[in-house]
């Protein structure tokens, strides 16, 4: 409005910013102390906008006049969710970019604590201000909420776990009321309380039942017995970097580890946890539920489920970013850092054959079998009665631990498990000790590997090269290196017989025209060149000049 000594001038507004000022002098009218229904608001809204047309309506002329909006415009919708609800633009990685995450702090009910963001929510939410809401209203009300919303970082102090009523401090041991300053997604469903007592029961053969005497009947080794307990806790400990795959492994059906899958599901809550098996990790749309989930348990995987790049499943083990992509709707960039839990009937097949890999596995066998006397009851009723999950909580958040303990058993099933996913290790164990020279040819190794992976039916889907470099990964180990440069073929490295030759048939590799009587002397051969790319024996000394 302009105004001089003669006359006032008003300069009219255009339409969306009329809405604008409309619903900010309404919300700005209104008492932060007290509550409003949604009704109530809408109508406050509508009629503030009608009260701005009127006034440019009155100025107008005729064809230039505005129509009442016969439902809020969706600016005005998302002006009045960020009134009623703390809005927060959550960000997985920690950049304010695309892969943003919008969310509504939950007061009360259900998800009371946590911020909720799904797509089920916002249409729920955003129809109650504007029934007819359309899907690209929905997605236009949560692109203004991405936009004016405050941008935040979900919690990630590894102390602070959500669990059903409230936020448990597992430094302190305390618990403490929910905050929308603390960024959760999930929660356990499951209550803290403290000082809770181990239920017992009497089962229907009239034996007692209670859930620590339980524990110890799946497995005869205390150590994996610890273990099981530690990664009960670990499912609901989502901010700790465990850096661990942890595979419930056996090949006996009715052998508890599924039962025991059932009782973390139950501490986490349904939505708490996804179940994505091997091989879904690099497949579409299959990581989703990952966005609010806060660890991964999987009781089933077939046996035939192989990974053929891994790419993914390392990444989000070891807290790295990872693309999530989702059907019909934008990807989303996490760092996921929960547990991953995968129970298996065989050992996986992964193309990633590094120790980098490996040593993110924690195999854990189930070598007790129930059959015959399984109580489908434990897995059904006790495992989640509400006593027992508060005590399983209780005892598990009141310990003092950051990393999985690693039982002797489970190493041993690691060293077995490489052997089985690496052909080219298994080949290595089985004739390292056989091996007579110190030096060997990169054609000879590779020549018996292929006689070894024969007669083994291991399959040489190898080639040299790759043979070479992945043989070069493994044998540090047992004092071996592969040479760089070309290494001189000496009697001193290469002048005993070696056996091997005889074993694998390697006739390419025998002393070719020896006729004589001492037969060990054909495996002792005559060398088509002076000079080869190989692997030596460290602490093998050689002259300078006998390299190339």
């Not at 006049?65 to 439902?71: A, D, I, R, T, V």
């Not at 892969?99 to 939950?106: E, G, P």
């Not at 009321?177 to 239920?199: I, L």
């Not at 590094?354 to 495992?383: A, C, M, N």
């Amino acid at each position: 409005m302009n105004t001089n000594a003669n006359q006032t001038i008003i300069v009219p507004l255009d339409m969306d910013t009329a809405i604008q000022y409309a619903t900010e002098d309404y919300i700005s009218s209104l008492d932060l102390t007290q509550e409003y229904s949604i009704d109530e608001l809408k109508t406050g809204v509508l009629e503030s906008i009608h009260s701005k047309f009127d006034e440019h309506n009155v100025i107008s002329e005729k064809g230039n006049k505005w129509s009442y909006p016969k439902s809020l415009p969706n600016a005005c919708v998302a002006d009045l969710i960020r009134f009623q609800h703390d809005v927060k633009s959550i960000s997985w990685n920690g950049k304010k970019d695309e892969y943003n995450y919008i969310a509504v702090y939950q007061e009360s009910g259900e998800q009371e604590g946590i911020y909720v963001g799904n797509d089920a929510y916002f249409s729920k939410l955003i129809r109650q201000y504007k029934y007819g809401a359309t899907r690209n209203d929905i997605d236009e009300v949560k692109s203004i909420l991405m936009a004016d919303s405050e941008f935040v970082t979900p919690n990630s102090n590894r102390d602070l776990i959500a669990v059903n009523n409230g936020i448990f401090d597992y430094r302190t041991k305390k618990l403490m009321p929910f905050s929308p300053d603390y960024v959760f997604t999930a929660k356990s469903r499951v209550n803290y309380v403290p000082n809770a007592v181990n239920p017992h029961y009497t089962m229907h053969d009239g034996l007692d039942w209670d859930v620590d005497t339980w524990f110890e009947t799946l497995s005869d080794d205390p150590e994996v017995t610890q273990l099981l307990w530690e990664v009960v806790g670990a499912i609901i400990r989502p901010h700790v970097r465990w850096d661990k795959i942890v595979c419930f492994y056996s090949q006996k059906g009715m052998n508890g580890k599924g039962t025991l899958c059932e009782l973390m599901k139950q501490l986490c809550g349904e939505g708490t946890y996804a179940s994505i098996p091997f091989d879904a990790f690099e497949r579409d749309f299959k990581l989703v539920d990952l966005v609010t989930a806060t660890a991964v348990i999987t009781d089933e995987n077939g046996t035939t489920d192989f990974t053929r790049s891994p790419a993914t499943l390392k990444a989000l083990t070891t807290g790295d970013d990872a693309m999530i992509d989702r059907k019909y709707r934008d990807p989303i960039k996490i760092k996921f850092s929960g547990l991953i839990l995968e129970c298996i009937n065989s050992l996986p097949r992964i193309s990633d054959t590094t120790d980098s890999l490996y040593r993110r596995f924690l195999i854990v066998p189930f070598e007790k079998t129930f059959q015959g006397v399984e109580r489908k009851y434990i897995k059904s009723d006790y495992l989640h009665r509400q006593e027992v999950l508060e005590y399983v909580l209780c005892k598990v958040l009141n310990t003092d631990y950051y990393t999985l303990s690693e039982p002797v058993a489970c190493q041993e099933m690691l060293d077995e498990y490489k052997e089985y996913n690496d052909p080219v290790r298994a080949f290595w164990n089985d004739i390292k000790d056989d091996l007579a020279w110190d030096f060997y040819p990169n054609d000879f190794l590779f020549d018996l590997f292929s006689a070894w992976a024969d007669r083994h039916k291991m399959g040489r889907n190898n080639c040299q090269a790759t043979f070479l470099k992945t043989l070069e990964n493994i044998v540090p180990d047992d004092g071996w290196m592969r040479m760089k440069k070309k290494t001189r073929i000496t009697k001193k490295r290469n002048g005993k017989p070696e056996f091997l030759i005889r074993e694998y048939h390697l006739d390419d590799w025998t002393y070719k025209g020896y006729v004589g009587s001492n037969h060990d002397l054909l495996y002792c051969p005559t060398f088509n060149k002076a000079n080869y790319y190989g692997f030596i024996r460290c602490g093998v000394a050689f002259e300078e000049d006998e390299e190339q």
